[in-house]
């Protein structure tokens, strides 16, 4: 009831994220309760505090058990086809050696299931894989924003003396070149580097740092964005005086397209190889969904592989309908740069 206790009960009341977990026996050997211990609120349900026996100079020692369920170890990336050192040559041949003993069926995800299955053994016949290793710059375990910044302050110099040669660039380049030196090793360790900092620095130098998650709870925050999406893209969101004129004007776009699909059209014929070939990728690959096919196995699958494709895209226009697979997505959370507590949806199709 003392001024100090009446400050901490204000203090609690005025910051409900923190919680006394004490109970009432002392700590003190003569009574009394001189050492509080106060935790996130959230981990109550989980904590458990008592007095140890051991008993350290006049004070008794505590201590404050969590029981809680660890994150698993991230796993490192999965594999993918190494498309540099592909054998497209034995690629195609295992596709026409495929296509050529194939009978398509008339179930669309069968037919799509079929065309994957075989694409993705060719590539395990002609692509080796890459390595399941976590990606690290060369320098990762002391690379950092500053050692960045003085490298690219560094290339000014290097390209002004690569295209005006002279005994005064190579000088100033040097003296560029040092002085980064200088900032860098003092930003790795110097008098000031927190002890975590300099733990981590050594763990990560050992290859003891695994990468940890974008995100330590994936398909919740997954779900959380999905839902968060449908909710803002619902036309409940809408003004009230927009709502009526919607259902009104879609009742219009139904009428219309009932007659529009009555009505014969050019573009009810099925597509070509040569239209397949126009609309063909050849950029460079991306982050491949969950069947790991990615531009360039489709477009250096030659001319077998790509009648087996057209004939998904065919099976697929005159049902109109998509094969289940094409429908689905690995969402992955990825943290916004300039937002980092909220997370950016990138949805990775098969």
């Given at each position: 009831m003392n001024l100090d206790g009446?400050?901490?009960?204000?203090?609690?009341?005025?910051?409900?994220?923190?919680?006394?977990?004490?109970?009432?026996?002392?700590?003190?050997?003569?009574?009394?309760?001189?050492?509080?211990?106060?935790?996130?609120?959230?981990?109550?349900?989980?904590?458990?505090?008592?007095i140890d026996d051991e008993l350290i100079s006049d004070h008794f020692a505590t201590t404050t058990t969590f029981k809680m369920?660890?994150?698993?170890?991230?796993?490192?990336?999965?594999?993918?086809?190494?498309?540099?050192?592909?054998?497209?040559?034995?690629?195609?041949?295992?596709?026409?050696?495929?296509?050529?003993?194939y009978e398509p069926t008339e179930d669309i995800d069968q037919l799509n299931q079929d065309l994957t299955d075989a694409i993705q053994h060719a590539a395990e016949k002609a692509i080796p894989k890459?390595?399941?290793?976590?990606?690290h710059h060369k320098d990762y375990w002391f690379y950092n924003d500053e050692v960045r910044e003085q490298n690219h302050r560094i290339n000014p110099f290097r390209k002004h003396l690569r295209q005006y040669p002279s005994?005064?660039?190579?000088?100033?380049?040097?003296?560029?070149?040092?002085?980064?030196?200088?900032?860098?090793?003092?930003?790795?360790?110097?008098?000031?580097?927190?002890?975590?900092?300099?733990?981590?620095?050594?763990?990560?130098?050992?290859?003891?740092?695994?990468?940890s998650p974008a995100h330590p709870q994936l398909l919740?925050?997954?779900?959380?964005?999905?839902?968060?999406?449908?909710?803002?893209?619902?036309?409940?969101?809408?003004?009230?005086?927009?709502?009526?004129?919607?259902?009104?004007?879609q009742l219009e776009r139904e009428v219309v397209a009932r007659h529009a699909i009555e009505q014969a059209d050019t573009t009810d014929c099925l597509f070509t190889i040569e239209e397949v070939r126009r609309a063909r990728k050849?950029?460079?690959?991306?982050?491949?969904?969950?069947?790991?096919?990615?531009?360039s196995l489709l477009s250096n699958a030659g001319p077998d592989g790509e009648l087996a494709f057209l004939t998904v895209i065919n099976a697929s226009w005159s049902a109109g309908k998509l094969p289940s697979a094409w429908r689905k997505a690995n969402i992955v959370p990825i943290p916004k740069p300039n937002d980092p507590p909220n997370f950016r949806p990138i949805s990775l199709t098969a």
């Open positions: 009446r400050h901490l009960v204000e203090l609690l009341t005025d910051v409900p994220e923190i919680a006394l977990i004490n109970t009432r026996e002392p700590i003190h050997i003569l009574g009394g309760t001189l050492d509080l211990t106060f935790i996130y609120t959230e981990l109550v349900p989980v904590a458990q505090w008592e369920q660890l994150h698993p170890s991230p796993s490192r990336p999965p594999p993918r086809w190494n498309t540099k050192k592909a054998n497209w040559k034995l690629y195609q041949d295992e596709l026409q050696k495929w296509f050529s003993n890459t390595n399941s290793t976590n990606r005994p005064e660039g190579v000088k100033i380049l040097r003296a560029a070149v040092q002085h980064a030196r200088q900032i860098t090793q003092c930003a790795t360790f110097n008098a000031h580097t927190s002890l975590s900092e300099l733990w981590r620095k050594l763990t990560t130098a050992t290859g003891k740092l695994n990468r919740q925050e997954a779900n959380r964005l999905a839902e968060h999406f449908a909710e803002r893209s619902s036309s409940a969101q809408l003004p009230p005086e927009i709502r009526p004129h919607l259902q009104q004007v050849t950029s460079k690959d991306t982050a491949p969904g969950s069947d790991g096919i990615t531009y």
